[in-house]
C-alpha cells in the first residue's frame, strides 16, 4: 500500500530519490508512474492555484465555461452580481455530472439525474417536490451546495485553487509576478480571448510538456530547426545554425515557485529583425515606436505606460519575455511572429497541460488579443496563433510529436530507471540595471529555469501531508 | 440564437447555405468533380505536395472550426468560427508545404501513413457559372511510428472549385468541419 504520509511508493522508492539534487537528475519513472500520478493529483492539482480561462469567455450573468483542475471537472460560472465562481461539476446527490455542456448560459444548473438544482454561485436551489424534501433531513439546504474552490482574477486570468487557506494568488506568483504583469495587466481594457480553447489530446504524461514549458529554450535550435530552414528564425544557412544560435542568448528569469520566462531581444530571433540593424543605435523610447511588443501597436503605447513602471517599460522595449511557464501547467508564448510578407502583430496564446491519466495530457490553447486592438488585428493575430502553435501550429506540431516518445521510454522496465538531465546550468547572473527580481540568468539559455521548476515539483511532492 | 450567442462567433451545425441547383448524382459534372475529390485524396495520402498546391487557387481560404459540446435551447449551435484550427490562405499553405520540405519537419519525418476515405459527396451549382459547390465526408486515418492503432479522424468538407479549364478544377475554399470538440490527434500537421 502507498504510504500518503510519507511520500514513498510502495515498492519502497522515496519520491524525493526521484530526483537527485546532486547530479540534477529526474528518473524517467516520474513519467509513467500510476502511484506518483495520484500523488500528482493530491499534492499538486489539489493545492496549487491553476489557470481555468479567461473572465472574457463568461462576460454576461449566467455564463459559464467547464474547465478542469486536475482530473476534477469544474463549473466556471459568473453569477448576477458579476463574480466568477468555480464549482466542482459533481452533484451532491448522487455523483452525477451536474453541467453537460461545455460553455453555456444557465440561470441554474439543474441535475439531469434527480434534478437538484444550483445557482450560478453553486447555492442549492431545491430538488424537485418541495413538499417531500426528497434533499433529505440529515443536511440543511445550505450545506448542499456545490463544491467551490477559491477564486482569484489576475490580469482577468481566472485562477482557482482548492487550497482555501494557502497562499494567495500573489504569492504563489511571487518574485515572476513583475514579469507577468508586464504580459497580462499592460492596457486599460486588458486583454480578450479571441475564442474558446483549442483542446486536443497527446499521449503523453502531463510533465513531459511542463518540464518544457518552464523555459526550456534550447530545444528550440534542434526540434524546430524547422523554423530556421524556413527562414523565419536566424540568420544562417543550414549548415550553420548551430553557431548562429538564434533565440539562445537573452535573459531567463525564474523563481522559487517554478515559474519563468524567456526575455529576448527581437532580433535575436527572428530574422526580419535582425537585419535591422538601426534597431541597435534605437533609445528605448525609440525602440518602443519601431518595434513595439507582441501584440501592441504604436497607439497602445500610453496605455503601457500608464500600467508600467519605467523599468518594466524598459525592459518591454528591449527584452519582452516572450516565452515562458507557470507552475504547474500553463504555457506562455507572447512572440513577436513576424510573417512572410514583412508584417508582424505577434502571437498571444496561453496553454494549460491538463492530466488525463499518467498517459495522456490534454493540450488547451487560449489566443488572446489586447481588447483595444483593432478587429483587423485581431484578426491577423488569431491567424497568427493558430499558424505557428496549438493543434496545427508549425512550431508546437514538433513538440507534440516528441512528448509522446519520452512517455513511452518511461514505461519500460529499464526505461523507467533512466534519467532526465540538467546537468548545464548557467547559473544567477543579473544584468545592471536589470529592473525585475527573482533568479535572474543572463546569457545563453540553459537548465536553470527547467531544474527549478523540478526543484518545486520535488518540495510539493514530498512535504509533509 | 441569441444575439449574444452569435456574436460570440458560436453558430448552427447547418451547412453553409446552398442555392444553387444541385447536380445530380452519377451525371458527367457530378462524375468530374468526384474524380477531382478522389484525386486530391490520392495526392495527399501519397504525400505528393507539389501536385497538391498546384491545385489550389491563389484566394484560397483554408478554415477548420471548432466544435464545442452545448446543451439545451443552444445545443445545435456546436460550430465556433472565431477560433479555429486550421486558419490559412494561400501564403500560409505555401509555408506549410515549405516547411514540410525542410530537413527538420519532425512532425511528419518519419511520415503518417494515411488514408483519406471520401464519400457522401453532395454537388450544387452556385451564383458563379465557373463554381461548384462540393460537401463531402472524410474519414482520415493516420499510422504513425509503430503504433498499431490508427489515429481517426472525421468531419464533412465544404469545398469551393473552381473550374480551370477542360477536367479541372481548383480549390477555392476548404471548410472543415471536425466531429470532436477534443481532438483525438496530437496535430494537425496533415491536411484535411
Same mark, same amino acid.
Given at each position: ?180 504583469? @508586464? ?7 486588458? +486583454? *480578450? $480571448? /479571441?475564442? #474558446? =480553447? ?80 538601426? @534597431? ?7 525602440? +518602443? *515606436? $519601431? /518595434?513595439? #511588443? =507582441? ?171 | ?192
Amino acid at each position: 500500500m502507498l504510504d500518503e504520509s510519507k511520500p514513498t511508493l510502495s515498492d519502497g522508492t522515496r519520491i524525493e530519490d526521484l530526483i537527485n539534487t546532486q547530479t540534477r537528475e529526474v528518473a524517467m519513472r516520474l513519467l509513467s508512474d500510476h502511484e506518483v500520478y495520484r500523488l500528482e493529483m493530491d499534492r499538486i492539482f489539489a493545492k496549487t492555484w491553476l489557470l481555468l480561462g479567461h473572465e472574457t469567455e463568461i462576460p454576461n450573468s449566467g455564463d459559464f465555461v467547464v474547465r478542469d483542475m486536475g482530473e476534477d471537472q469544474v463549473i466556471v460560472s459568473r453569477d448576477r452580481k458579476g463574480d466568477v465562481h468555480v464549482l466542482l461539476n459533481v452533484c451532491p446527490h448522487r455523483g452525477m455530472r451536474v453541467c453537460m455542456a461545455e460553455v453555456g448560459n444557465a440561470p441554474m444548473h439543474r441535475c439531469v439525474y434527480h434534478g437538484w438544482a444550483f445557482r450560478p454561485d453553486g447555492s442549492f436551489i431545491g430538488a424537485p417536490i418541495e413538499r417531500e424534501q426528497m434533499h433529505g433531513d440529515v443536511f440543511a439546504k445550505e450545506q448542499l451546495g456545490l463544491k467551490k474552490a477559491r477564486v482569484q482574477l489576475y490580469g482577468g486570468l481566472v485562477f482557482a485553487t482548492w487550497n482555501i487557506d494557502g497562499p494567495s494568488l500573489e504569492e504563489f506568483l511571487g518574485d515572476s509576478k513583475f514579469y507577468f504583469d @508586464l504580459l497580462f495587466c499592460r492596457t486599460d481594457g486588458g +486583454l *480578450e $480571448v /479571441l475564442g #474558446p =480553447p483549442q483542446k486536443f489530446i497527446v499521449p503523453a504524461n502531463w510533465k513531459a510538456a511542463a518540464e518544457q514549458s518552464a523555459s526550456d529554450g534550447f530545444h528550440t535550435l534542434t526540434l524546430h530547426r524547422s523554423l530556421m530552414e524556413t527562414g523565419q528564425y536566424g540568420r544562417a544557412t543550414a549548415d550553420d545554425i548551430y553557431a548562429n544560435a538564434p533565440a539562445m542568448y537573452g535573459v531567463d528569469i525564474s523563481c522559487h515557485q517554478g515559474h519563468s520566462l524567456r526575455c529576448i531581444p527581437a532580433e535575436v530571433t527572428f530574422t526580419m529583425f535582425m537585419t535591422m540593424d538601426e @534597431l541597435k543605435k534605437l533609445s528605448p523610447e525609440q525602440r +518602443l *515606436e $519601431v /518595434l513595439p #511588443p =507582441p501584440g501592441i501597436t504604436k497607439e497602445m503605447l500610453p496605455e503601457l505606460k500608464r500600467h508600467m513602471s519605467p523599468d518594466g517599460l524598459k525592459l518591454m522595449a528591449k527584452a519582452p519575455p516572450q516565452v515562458g511557464g507557470m507552475f504547474p501547467n500553463v504555457l506562455v508564448l507572447f512572440i513577436y511572429a513576424p510573417r512572410t510578407d514583412g508584417k508582424y502583430s505577434g502571437a498571444l496564446a496561453l496553454h494549460t497541460y491538463v492530466p488525463r491519466g499518467p498517459d495522456h495530457v490534454e493540450f488547451t490553447n487560449w489566443i488572446f488579443a489586447e481588447k483595444s486592438a483593432s478587429p483587423e488585428m485581431k484578426r491577423d493575430m488569431m491567424a497568427n496563433a493558430v499558424r505557428q502553435a496549438g493543434t496545427s501550429g508549425t512550431i508546437e506540431q514538433d513538440d507534440s510529436d516528441t512528448w509522446p516518445h519520452m512517455s513511452r521510454n518511461a514505461r519500460g522496465a529499464i526505461g523507467r530507471t533512466q534519467t532526465m538531465k540538467y546537468g548545464a546550468l548557467l547559473g544567477e547572473k543579473k544584468p545592471a540595471d536589470w529592473p525585475g527580481g527573482g533568479y535572474v540568468y543572463d546569457g545563453f539559455t540553459k537548465d536553470d529555469t527547467q531544474w527549478n521548476w523540478w526543484l518545486y515539483y520535488r518540495e510539493l511532492m514530498t512535504a509533509k501531508a | 440564437m441569441t444575439t449574444a450567442t452569435a456574436s460570440r462567433g458560436m453558430e448552427r451545425i447547418d451547412p453553409l447555405p446552398v442555392t444553387g441547383k444541385r447536380i445530380a448524382t452519377g451525371s458527367a459534372l457530378y462524375n468530374e468533380v468526384l474524380e477531382f475529390i478522389y484525386d486530391e485524396a490520392a495526392l495527399l495520402d501519397e504525400q505528393k505536395f507539389d501536385a497538391w498546391a498546384q491545385i489550389l487557387a491563389e484566394d484560397i481560404s483554408y478554415t477548420a472550426p471548432l466544435r464545442i459540446t452545448r446543451q439545451g435551447a443552444d445545443r445545435l449551435n456546436t460550430i465556433v468560427r472565431t477560433t479555429l484550427h486550421f486558419d490559412d490562405d494561400y501564403s500560409s499553405l505555401m509555408g506549410r508545404l515549405q516547411r514540410l520540405g525542410t530537413k527538420s519537419a519532425w512532425a511528419e519525418d518519419p511520415p503518417s501513413r494515411t488514408r483519406r476515405l471520401v464519400t457522401n459527396l453532395r454537388v450544387w451549382e452556385t451564383a458563379k457559372p465557373d463554381e461548384l459547390e462540393a460537401h463531402s465526408y472524410l474519414l482520415l486515418s493516420r499510422s504513425r511510428y509503430e503504433q498499431s492503432q490508427l489515429q481517426i479522424m472525421s468531419c464533412v468538407r465544404y469545398d469551393l472549385l473552381r473550374r480551370s479549364g477542360p477536367g479541372a478544377f481548383k480549390l477555392a475554399r476548404r471548410e472543415i468541419i471536425l466531429d470532436q470538440s477534443v481532438l483525438g490527434m496530437a496535430n494537425l500537421a496533415v491536411f484535411l
